[in-house]
């Protein structure tokens, strides 16, 4: 979009908060927008938000969102750091890495998945992938978060059922930081929420996580996912227009809270499939609509993110290629600063662990694209190519050599070999490729599981706990 048609998105939004409004079930939400100027229709539980209160309250978002690791040295602020990428979410089934076949997920698959993510460095962050079927009564969210932090030392974002769980969470935080003032100095999760229900509809319990959250101080921050067609209009910029409403929504309570909470415009934009009704995130107008997000964010000078590469594709197949590929491609290229493309199929219900390490691939051109043409007289080379001559080679130059590994992105699933040399070894697959290098990781000890002391002091305040292990792969289990 031009900047004149930013502004007009921004315009549209605006006017749609204030003659149309919003409806909001959560009561002490609407207490909370009237005591700060919006205006309330009484016998609806419509809110109208005068331009002059969203305004207001949009100009105290910080300009930048921070992610912090276990581990310090994955530490990440957006957009100073970005493009950084995490695995796709909460998934209900998964692959089998034994069978290949799906199955429902488990606390364990969540520990495996972790100790893979630890280990690939295309992700920056875990977004904890699936569910935990096996959880006991209560520790829902503790089976999820407990095997995630276990096993990865990375930022780890997840979501909570319940405001009690929560609490769950925060004692398993401070018993992992070793004391609760050291987790609130670098608080390494991050909790998400979806307040607004589309079209413009804010429901009573994510909007109550929205609220406590904010109280509490965990970082955390809103998505929206309209789909164009049923929740939001059959064009494009209409669609954008009422995302952007619903965040700007969303984004004032936020900051009525707590003025200058930091948060990020994340979005999961979709257009329905008129055909059949089917829900379609990968289709390319999600990532064209996460460009517009993007723009939108940039407009509000705060950082963007959003699920783009996701697929409907049933395996880590061609469609699952270039549907990942194309919508990520388009909202890099717009300035997305987080994207989520990682390991999930069949519209984010099926976990694949191939799929993973192919989006790691994918994560780590993305990024080299992010980088693009770097500029300086030593990269025009004049010398080089003065002393190389017409005719000559630039391989056996000290000017080459010393980039050998910094120029180039040198793939380890992509096969760049001959057809005859691709035969001769094997004729592997960039699915068994990434499968072998699944294998390779998940058979030996996770490194970056905590200490002993620090386990045994969160199974004893946490009784029936999930084991949490990611354990190593059967030996039975051979290679591609």
């Known amino acids: ?34 005591q700060h100027g919006c205006e309330e229709e009484i016998e609806s539980s419509v809110i109208k938000f005068p331009r002059a209160v969203v305004e207001q309250f ?25 493009p950084i ?35 690939l460095p295309g992700y920056d962050l875990f977004a904890i992938s699936v569910t935990a079927d096996d959880a006991p009564d209560g520790q829902q969210s503790l089976s999820r978060f407990y095997p995630a932090l276990k096993n990865c030392q990375k930022p780890v974002y997840g979501s909570a059922p319940s405001i009690d769980e929560v609490f769950d969470i925060l ?37 109550e996580k929205l609220i406590r959250f904010t109280e509490l101080g965990v970082p955390c921050y809103g998505v929206m996912a309209p789909t164009a067609g049923l929740s939001a209009p059959l064009t494009l910029t209409g669609s954008l227009a009422l995302t952007n409403a619903e965040f700007l929504a969303q984004t004032t309570l936020e900051q009525i809270l707590k003025p200058g909470k930091p948060i990020i415009y994340e979005a999961l ?30 407009f509000y000078n705060i950082p963007s993110g959003g699920f783009a590469g996701l697929t409907n594709a049933k395996s880590s197949d061609v469609q699952s290629g270039f549907e990942t590929g194309m919508s990520s491609v388009a909202a890099l290229l ?25 989006d790691n691939e994918i994560a780590l051109m993305l990024k080299q694209a992010a980088r693009g043409i770097q500029f300086s007289e030593d990269n025009l080379a004049l010398d080089t190519i003065a002393e190389t001559g017409p005719g000559g080679t630039f391989l056996n130059k000290s000017h080459t050599i010393e980039r050998m590994r910094t120029t180039p992105f040198l793939p ?21 490729q990434a499968l072998n ?35 190593p792969i059967a030996a039975s289990m051979k290679p591609i």
């Open 171 to 207: 004692k398993l935080c401070f018993l992992i930081a070793g004391r609760e003032a050291a987790f609130w100095e670098r608080p390494f999760i991050c909790l998400g929420y979806c307040p607004v229900i589309s079209p413009l509809t804010m429901d009573v319990e994510s909007t």
């Open 269 to 298: 934009p979709t257009v329905v499939d008129v055909r059949n009704g089917a829900y379609s995130p990968g289709g390319i107008e999600t990532g064209i609509l996460l460009m517009g997000c993007a723009q939108m964010a940039d």
């Open 437 to 471: 290098r699944v294998r390779e990781i998940l058979s030996v000890d996770n490194p970056a599981v905590f200490s002993a002391e620090v386990d045994q002091s969160i199974r004893e305040e946490f009784v029936g706990l999930v084991a949490g292990d990611s354990l």
């Open 85 to 119: 990428f995490c695995t796709g979410s909460s998934a209900p089934d998964i692959f089998d890495l034994e069978s290949n076949e799906v199955r429902r997920s488990r606390s364990d698959d969540i520990a495996r998945i972790a100790h893979l993510v630890n280990e």
């Open 1 to 34: 979009m031009t900047s004149k048609q930013v502004e007009s998105v921004h315009e549209a939004s605006l006017e749609i908060l204030e003659n149309v409004g919003v409806l909001v079930r959560n009561q002490e939400a609407r207490q909370l927008y009237v």
């Open 412 to 432: 380890d699933i992509a096969d760049r070999l001959s057809w005859s040399q691709w035969k001769t070894g094997g004729a592997i697959t960039p699915q068994a």
């Open 58 to 82: 949009r100009q105290s978002i910080p300009s930048s969102f921070t992610f912090h690791g276990r581990d310090p040295s994955f530490d990440r602020t957006i957009p100073e750091d970005g």
């Open 334 to 358: 717009a300035g997305l600063d987080l994207l989520r493309i990682g390991g999930l199929l069949d519209a984010l219900k099926i976990f694949d662990f191939s799929k993973v390490v192919i």
